[in-house]
C-alpha cells in the first residue's frame, strides 16, 4: 500500500495580483514540506514536497516526474494530475508556456514534454539489454461530460467502457505509435490546438476542460526456457480545468455552463477522495465513481494499481486566499489515500516452454504435500526441523524456511482465536456476577429502609408517652437559645469593636514606640480578644450563663416585631427614592438631547449652557433627591464592609458578575490606573498593559465601553456628546488621539494593529466591537470633521482586516445622514482607507453580501443621478469606482437588450421584425454607450437563443441556419465598420468551437451572411490572413480555404478591370 504523493507548487505574482491587491504572499513557506496561512487562526499543512514560488521546470521535474517515469517502466501505473483553481498555473505547469511547441528544448516546457523525452531516452538505454519497449499514446479531453478524442482530425466524441479483463478504457480512441521525441511532441501540439480554452475574468486562457494524456508502455524481456516476461503500464499525465467561483471570473451564457460542468467534475473528484479516506480511517464509504467521467476513467489511479502523484498549484495572492485554502485542504485530504500498487507482469511462450513450466511446477506441489504429512508433528513443537539432503537439492533454502513460518503463523493463529473465545466467556461470566451484585445490593437496601421505618415507629411510640416531658424540655431549650441569641449578639459587637482598638494602639506602638511603658495591659488585651475570636459558635453557647426569664423574652420578641416593622417602612422609602431617581434621569435624558446643538462651543461656553439648561429643566426637589443619592451610593462604596474573622461565606462567581452593578465610569477609572505611569508616547506599552487587564477590567462585561474608549478616548453618551474625564482626560492611545487629520492613515494603521492585537487574545471582543461600532458611527453628524476622517481612516482599514462587518456602514443610510452630506462624506474616506488593503473587487463583493452594494442612496435626493456620481469620485480622485460602476452598468444594459430581443422573438408567431430590433439595438446603444461590437455580440446570442438544442444534431443544424438567414438584416446596420465585422466573425468563430454541434456549420454561416451583405469580403480574407483565434482554427481555416481563394480571385479581377479602364 502507497499513500498518494501530494506537491504544492506556488506560482509567482502576476501583474493582474498587484491590481487586485498587495504584494505581500498570503502563504509562508515553512521548511520543505509544511506552508502555512498568514491569516489567524494560521493553519499548517505537510505535504511530500513544497515547491516555492522561484522553483523552476526542471526542479518540478527532477522531484516528481523522473520517478514515476522510472516506475512506470517497471512495470508499475503511473498517474501525475494537476489540480488548483483558475489561473493558478496547472497547464503551465504539465505543458509550459506556448514556447515548447516551436522549442521542445526549452527551458519553459512542462512535466508531459520533459516525461517523454525521459521515458524514451531511458527505454533506449534498456533497449541495449534482451528488453524491448513499446509506447502508445493517447490525448483525450473530457469536456461539459462529453469526452473527446483530439488525435482525431474531427475530434470526434468517445464513449467510455468497462470490461472484465481490460478494465475501464475509452472505446474508438485513437492510439498512436510514439519511437521518438519530436514525434511525441507532434502528437501534444495537435491535440493541445484542438483543446478548449476560453477567457474570463481571472485568467485570459483558462482551460474549459480536463484533458489525459496517457502513454501506454510494454517492455518485453526472454527467460529461461524460452519464455517471454511482458510488463504492461499506463502512464496518466492529466491537466485538470481550474475550480471557479463564477462571481470572480464573471461568466456567463456558455462561460457559465463550462464553469457548472467543471465545478460538478471537481466536486465529484473531492467526494469520491473524502470517500477513499475515510475508508482508510476505518470508515465503510461508498466510492461514487461513475457519478463523473472523470473520476471513472481514473479509478485505478484513486484508490487502485497505480503509483499516483498529485500537483496543487496555489497562488500567493491575497485575493486568491479563500481558493488558495481549499485547495490546500482538497490536497489534505488526498494525502489520506492508500493505492494498492503492484507490477502488472506476465509470460508469454511458445506451447512446449508453456508445458515444460507447467510439469515443473507441479512437481514441487507434489513434493510439498509430500514432506506436509512427513513434518507436521515436528512444526508444531519447533520449527529448527533439519531437511534431509533429498530435498535441499530440490529446493532452496529459503523457500523451505518460508514454508515453516507459515507453518508457524498458522498455530499461532490458531492459538489466538483460542484465546479470543476463551476472553470472550470470561467476559460474559463477569457480566453476569456483576448483574449478580447489583441485585444484591438492592436487596441490601431495601432491607435497611424497612428496618428504618420500624425503628421509626418504635421512637414515635416512646415520645407519645413522653410528650409532657418533652415539651417542657423543648420549651426551655428555646427559651435558653433565645436567651443566649442576646448575649452572643453582644459579644459580637464586642467583639468588632474590640478588634478596632487593637489596630488603633498597634499604630501607636508603631508611630509611638516611647508609649508601650504607658500601655502595659494590651498584650494582655489582645490575647484575650485572640480567644474571644478563635471560640466557635458551640463553644460560645456554652460560655454563656443562659437565663429563663419569661419577661426578657417577650420584651425580645416585642423588639423584633418593632424592627421588622422599621424595615418595611424603610422599603418603602427606597422604592420612593428609586422612583424619584428614574424621574430625575428620564429629565437628564431630555437635557442632552436639547444640548445636541451645544456640542461644538468651547470648553468655558459649553458648561454654562449646560448649568443653563439643567437649571431650566431640572427643578431644585428632583436635583436634590438626585444629589443626595449620589452621594450616599459613593459613600457606601468606599465604606469598609464589615467582617467576622472565621466565617467564609461561599457565592459563586458568576452570579456576582451577574448582579454586580453596571458601571462604565469605574470601568475606565480602573482603565486609567493601568496606564497611569506609562508614557505617552510608548504604544506598545500601551498594548502589553490592555493586552494581559483582560480578566481584571473584564472585557466581556465592558466591551462596549472599552471600545468606546478605544474610539473616542471617551464614554459616548446619548445623542454623540463624547465625556471625558475629568482628571485623566481622553485615553492616550484612542484612535482620536493617535491620528492626524490631515493624513489620518497612519496613525489609524497603529490603532488597528493595537485593536488586533486585542481581539486575537480576546475572540469575543469582535463581535462586541462590531455591533459597538454602529452607535459610535451613527453619531458622525455630532463629531467634529477632524474626526470623522479619523474615524472612517480607522473603520476602513478595520473592516479591510475583517475585524467588523461592512453593514456597519448602512448605519448612514439614515434620512438625516443622508440629507446633510454626512453619509457620502464619511463614506467615501472609509472606501479611500479600504481601498488602500484591498481591491475594488473585493469591495463591492463584501458591500454585496450585505446589500450595501448601491452607493447611490448614500446620495442626497437632489444629487442622485450618475453625473453627480461620476463627478464626486472624480474629485476625490477615485477612478476605480466609476470603472467598476460604469462596468456594471454596461453588463446590466447587455442583459437588458439580450431580453429584450429574446422577448420580442418569443412574443411574435412567426418573424419578428427586423426593423423592431434594430430599434431596441440603437437605443440601447445611445442610453448605454455601448459599441456596434458589443451590440452586434448580443443580436447573434439572442438570435441562436431561438435554437431548440435539446433535438438531433441534424434537426439543430438545420434550425441554426435557418436563424441566421431569417436575422442576417437585423447585423447590417451593427456592422458599418471593420470593427464591427471583425468582432462578429470571432464570436462566431469562439460559438461555433464551443459546441461541437455547430463546428460543421462555421463557413455555411460565414457564406449566408456575406451573401447578405453583413460580412464583406474584406473583412473575411483579414480573418483567414491574420485575425483567427486560436481556437478552432487549423478546423476552420481548412473548411474556408476554397470560398476564401473564391473571394481573392474576384479581388484581383475587379483590380484587372480598373486597371483596364
Known amino acids: 500500500m502507497e499513500n498518494v504523493n501530494v506537491y504544492i507548487r506556488i506560482r509567482p505574482f502576476l501583474e493582474t495580483d498587484f491590481v487586485l491587491s498587495n504584494k505581500t504572499p498570503v502563504i509562508s513557506h515553512v521548511s520543505e514540506n509544511t506552508i502555512a496561512l498568514r491569516s489567524l487562526p494560521r493553519d499548517f499543512f505537510t505535504f511530500d514536497y513544497i515547491a516555492g514560488m522561484d522553483s523552476t521546470q526542471e526542479d518540478i521535474f527532477n522531484k516528481i516526474g523522473k520517478n514515476t517515469v522510472s516506475r512506470s517502466l517497471q512495470g508499475y501505473n503511473g498517474t501525475i494530475f494537476a489540480y488548483g483553481q483558475t489561473g493558478s498555473g496547472k497547464t503551465y505547469t504539465m505543458l509550459g508556456n506556448n514556447d515548447y511547441k516551436m522549442h521542445p528544448e526549452g527551458n519553459q516546457r512542462g512535466l508531459i514534454p520533459r516525461c517523454f523525452e525521459y521515458q524514451i531516452k531511458r527505454s533506449r538505454r534498456n533497449s541495449v539489454a534482451p528488453i524491448k519497449y513499446l509506447c502508445k499514446a493517447s490525448y483525450i479531453e473530457i469536456y461539459n461530460e462529453v469526452i473527446y478524442d483530439l488525435l482525431d482530425q474531427n475530434i470526434k466524441p468517445c464513449a467510455l467502457r468497462e470490461d472484465i479483463k481490460k478494465g475501464v478504457f475509452i472505446e474508438g480512441v485513437t492510439e498512436e505509435n510514439v519511437d521518438n521525441v519530436e514525434q511525441a511532441l507532434m502528437l501534444l501540439k495537435k491535440g493541445s490546438d ?59 451564457g456558455v462561460r457559465l455552463k463550462e464553469a457548472a460542468s467543471i465545478n460538478k467534475s471537481l466536486s465529484v473528484l473531492g467526494n469520491v477522495i473524502n470517500s477513499l479516506a475515510d475508508n482508510n480511517a476505518g470508515k465503510n464509504r461508498h466510492i461514487n465513481y461513475r457519478d463523473s467521467k472523470l473520476t471513472f476513467l481514473l479509478r485505478d489511479s484513486l484508490g487502485g494499481n497505480s503509483i499516483t502523484t498529485m500537483i496543487t498549484n496555489i497562488s500567493p495572492s491575497l485575493f486568491s486566499e479563500s481558493e488558495t485554502l481549499s485547495s490546500l485542504r482538497f490536497a489534505k485530504r488526498a494525502k489520506l489515500i492508500k493505492n494498492k500498487v503492484m507490477v502488472n507482469q506476465n509470460t508469454k511462450g511458445d506451447v512446449s516452454a508453456l508445458q515444460m513450466e507447467i510439469n515443473k511446477l507441479t512437481a514441487e506441489i507434489n513434493f510439498l504435500r509430500k514432506t506436509d504429512k512427513k513434518t507436521t508433528s515436528s512444526i508444531k513443537s519447533e520449527i529448527t526441523v533439519v531437511p534431509d539432503e533429498d530435498y535441499k537439492k530440490q529446493v532452496k533454502l529459503s523457500d523451505w524456511l518460508a514454508y515453516l513460518a507459515l507453518r508457524k503463523l498458522e498455530e499461532e493463529k490458531r492459538q489466538k482465536d483460542s484465546l479470543t473465545k476463551s476472553l470472550l466467556q470470561m467476559h460474559l461470566k463477569t457480566k453476569k456476577q456483576y448483574q449478580t451484585i447489583q441485585q444484591l445490593k438492592l436487596i441490601v437496601r431495601l432491607r435497611k429502609s424497612e428496618n428504618f421505618i420500624l425503628r421509626k415507629k418504635s421512637d414515635a411510640s416512646e415520645i407519645c408517652k413522653a410528650e409532657n416531658s418533652s415539651l417542657r424540655s423543648e420549651v426551655r431549650h428555646l427559651s435558653q437559645k433565645l436567651a443566649s441569641s442576646r448575649d452572643i449578639d453582644d459579644l459580637i459587637l464586642e467583639n468588632t469593636q474590640l478588634k478596632e482598638y487593637i489596630k488603633r494602639i498597634e499604630s501607636i506602638k508603631s508611630s509611638e514606640p516611647e508609649n508601650n511603658v504607658k500601655l502595659p495591659k494590651v498584650d494582655e488585651l489582645a490575647s484575650q480578644i485572640s480567644r474571644i475570636v478563635t471560640l466557635n459558635f458551640s463553644e460560645m453557647l456554652d460560655s454563656v450563663p443562659l437565663q429563663n426569664d419569661i419577661s426578657e423574652i417577650t420584651m425580645l420578641e416585642n423588639n423584633l416585631k418593632a424592627a421588622q416593622d422599621d424595615i418595611i417602612e424603610l422599603e418603602q422609602q427606597r422604592d420612593y427614592l428609586e422612583f424619584k431617581v428614574s424621574g430625575i434621569e428620564e429629565d437628564w435624558r431630555i437635557v442632552n438631547e436639547t444640548l445636541e446643538n451645544i456640542v461644538f462651543l468651547d470648553k468655558e461656553n459649553k458648561k454654562a449652557a449646560i448649568e443653563k439648561a439643567v437649571n431650566e429643566v431640572v427643578w431644585d426637589e428632583p436635583r436634590k433627591l438626585y444629589l443626595l443619592y449620589k452621594n450616599l451610593m459613593s459613600t457606601q462604596q468606599n465604606q469598609p464592609k464589615p467582617s467576622l474573622n472565621g466565617v467564609k461565606i461561599k457565592t459563586r462567581k458568576r452570579v456576582n458578575k451577574a448582579n454586580a452593578k453596571f458601571e462604565p465610569e469605574v470601568f475606565r477609572d480602573s482603565l486609567f490606573e493601568l496606564i497611569a505611569n506609562v508614557p505617552e508616547a510608548d504604544l506598545d506599552k500601551y498594548s502589553n498593559i490592555i493586552d494581559t487587564a483582560g480578566n481584571t477590567l473584564d472585557y466581556r462585561r465592558y466591551g462596549e465601553t472599552f471600545f468606546e474608549l478605544l474610539v473616542s478616548g471617551g464614554l459616548i453618551a446619548p445623542g454623540g456628546i463624547i465625556e471625558y474625564d475629568e482628571e485623566y482626560g481622553e485615553i492616550p492611545f484612542c484612535l482620536f488621539k493617535l491620528s492626524n487629520a490631515e493624513d489620518p492613515l497612519p496613525g489609524a494603521r497603529d490603532w488597528v494593529n493595537l485593536v488586533t492585537k486585542l481581539t486575537r487574545r480576546y475572540k469575543y471582543l469582535e463581535k462586541i466591537f462590531s455591533e459597538t461600532s454602529k452607535g459610535i458611527i451613527e453619531y458622525v453628524n455630532r463629531y467634529s470633521e477632524e474626526n470623522n476622517k479619523k474615524l472612517a481612516a480607522g473603520f476602513g482599514l478595520l473592516i479591510a482586516e475583517g475585524f467588523i462587518y461592512p453593514d456597519v456602514i448602512k448605519v448612514l443610510q439614515k434620512d438625516h445622514l443622508v440629507k446633510d452630506g454626512y453619509a457620502l462624506h464619511v463614506l467615501t474616506m472609509l472606501m479611500k482607507a479600504y481601498l488602500t488593503k484591498r481591491s475594488v473587487l473585493n469591495l463591492f463583493t463584501a458591500l454585496h453580501k450585505f446589500k450595501a452594494d448601491d452607493l447611490i442612496e448614500f446620495f442626497p435626493l437632489n444629487k442622485r443621478s450618475d453625473e453627480y456620481f461620476i463627478r464626486h469620485f472624480e474629485s476625490e480622485d477615485m477612478h476605480q469606482i466609476i470603472k467598476y460602476k460604469l462596468a456594471i452598468q454596461a453588463n446590466d444594459a447587455r442583459e437588458i437588450i439580450l431580453q429584450e430581443v429574446v422577448d420580442l422573438m418569443n412574443e411574435s408567431e412567426g418573424k419578428a421584425p427586423i426593423s423592431e430590433i434594430i430599434k431596441i439595438g440603437r437605443k440601447t446603444m445611445a442610453q448605454n454607450q455601448l459599441t456596434e461590437n458589443e451590440v452586434v455580440v448580443l443580436l447573434w446570442d439572442a438570435v441562436m437563443g431561438n435554437v431548440r438544442w435539446g433535438m438531433r444534431s441534424e434537426v439543430i443544424e438545420q434550425q441554426a441556419l435557418a436563424e441566421v438567414k431569417e436575422y442576417a438584416d437585423a447585423f447590417a446596420p451593427f456592422t458599418s465598420s471593420p470593427k464591427s465585422e471583425m468582432a462578429l466573425l470571432k464570436h462566431i468563430q469562439i460559438y461555433c468551437y464551443e459546441d461541437a454541434k455547430l463546428m460543421r456549420l462555421f463557413y455555411q454561416i460565414v457564406r449566408i451572411l456575406y451573401t447578405e451583405d453583413v460580412l464583406s469580403h474584406d473583412a473575411i480574407i483579414f480573418w483567414y490572413s491574420k485575425g483567427a483565434l486560436p481556437q478552432g482554427k487549423s478546423t476552420f481555416m481548412k473548411q474556408m480555404e476554397r470560398f476564401v481563394v473564391h473571394l481573392q480571385s474576384l479581388d484581383s479581377e475587379s483590380e484587372d478591370e480598373d486597371d483596364e479602364e
Open 194 to 252: 484542438n483543446r478548449r480554452v476560453g477567457e474570463t475574468a481571472m485568467n485570459r486562457e483558462s482551460s474549459r476542460s480536463h484533458t489525459v494524456f496517457t502513454l501506454y508502455i510494454q517492455s518485453m524481456s526472454g527467460i529461461e526456457g524460452g519464455l517471454m516476461e511482458i510488463k504492461e503500464s499506463k502512464f496518466n499525465l492529466v491537466d485538470l480545468a481550474g475550480s471557479e467561483r463564477q462571481k470572480m471570473a464573471q461568466t456567463i
